[in-house]
C-alpha cells in the first residue's frame, strides 16, 4: 500500500511529496507515514510472531489484569492476564484490539486498565495478512484481502505525512491505530462507532478505527515517548496458537 513512499535515505520532504503525489494517499486507511528514525528499542511495527512452547509463569503467585469495571470478552481477559503474568509486554504499556467485540483496551505496564473504546477493523475476517499487501495500491486490494492481521507487535507514535498522529502497529502492511476520519459521508465511520453492536465495524482496509478523543486522551499518553505492545486478538485460530498464552486462572487453581 505504501512501500513505494518508505524507500530508505529520502529525505523527509521529498518522501511527503512523493507519497501526497499517489493517489492511494487519498483513502482513510493509508496512514502514511515519514520514514523519521526511531531511537526507541527497536523499529515500530514490528511483528514477533510465537514459536516454541507457552510462556511460563515468573512468580509462583498469579498476577491479573485489571479491568476495572469494564466489560470484555474471556478471550480478552484471559490475554490480558497473561500478558500482565508472564511479562510478555516488558514493562511496557499494552493494547489488547479485540476483532470479534471490535473493541480496544489501553493497559499501563503494570496491567492497569487506562481505557476502552469501541473500534473499526478490517472489512474482512482473517487473522492473516495476504503476502506483499504493504507494496500493493489500495485500489488492488480486493475485499476479502482487507483483514486485520492477528498478532503481537510492537508499536509506537508516529505522524503520517499530514502531520497527524497515529499509532504504527504493522509497519510492514501498514496497518496502524489511528483516529477515526470521517471524510467519506457514505462510510457513515463515526455512527458505526456509535452503535451497540460490533456487526457493522467492519469496514478499512485493515487499520484499527478509534474515537477521535480516545486517541487524544488515552493512546498518545499511553505510548508517548515509549514503545508498547499491540495484541490483536485473533477471529479464527486460537490466543494460543498465536500468542503462546496460557490461562492464568487454569493454572491458579489447585
Known amino acids: 500500500m505504501m512501500a513505494t513512499c518508505l524507500a530508505k535515505g529520502i529525505m523527509p520532504g521529498l518522501l511527503a511529496a512523493a507519497c501526497l503525489s499517489n493517489p492511494a494517499v487519498a483513502a482513510d486507511d ?3 507515514l515519514s520514514n523519521t528514525s526511531h531511537s526507541l528499542f527497536v523499529q515500530p511495527g514490528s511483528a514477533t510472531r510465537f514459536a516454541g ?15 476495572t469495571q469494564e466489560s470484555a470478552s474471556p478471550d480478552a481477559r484471559r490475554v490480558a492476564n497473561w500478558i500482565v503474568d508472564s511479562g510478555d509486554s516488558h514493562a511496557m ?10 473493541k480496544v483496551f489501553v493497559f499501563d505496564a503494570n496491567g492497569q486498565l487506562r481505557g476502552a473504546a469501541p473500534a473499526l477493523l478490517g472489512l474482512a475476517r ?18 476479502e484481502e482487507r483483514t486485520t492481521p492477528a498478532g503481537r507487535f510492537v508499536a509506537s507514535l508516529d505522524r503520517n505525512v499530514r502531520g497527524k498522529e497515529i499509532l504504527w502497529v504493522d509497519y510492514d502492511t501498514a496497518v496502524s491505530l489511528h483516529p477515526v476520519i470521517t471524510s467519506n459521508p457514505r462510510e457513515q465511520r463515526a455512527q458505526r462507532l456509535a452503535t451497540p ?6 469496514i478499512s482496509y485493515g487499520c484499527i478505527n478509534v474515537p477521535a478523543k480516545f ?20 477471529e479464527i485460530k486460537s490466543s494460543r496458537d498465536v ?3 496460557y490461562d492464568v486462572d487454569a493454572q491458579a487453581r489447585p
Open 126 to 143: 482473517g487473522d492473516d495478512t495476504v503476502p506483499g499487501i504493504g507494496d500493493r495500491p489500495l485500489a488492488s486490494i480486493l475485499p
Open 243 to 245: 500468542f503462546g498464552s
Open 53 to 67: 512452547k507457552s510462556t511460563e509463569r515468573v512468580a509462583d503467585r498469579p498476577r491479573r489484569a485489571n479491568f
Open 30 to 32: 493509508a496512514a502514511l
Open 215 to 234: 486517541f487524544e486522551n488515552v493512546i498518545h499518553p499511553a505510548f508517548a515517548g515509549s514503545n508498547g505492545i499491540v495484541y490483536v486478538l485473533p
Open 93 to 102: 504499556p499494552f493494547v489488547i484490539v479485540d476483532k470479534v467485540d471490535a
Open 197 to 202: 453492536t460490533p456487526l457493522d465495524n467492519r
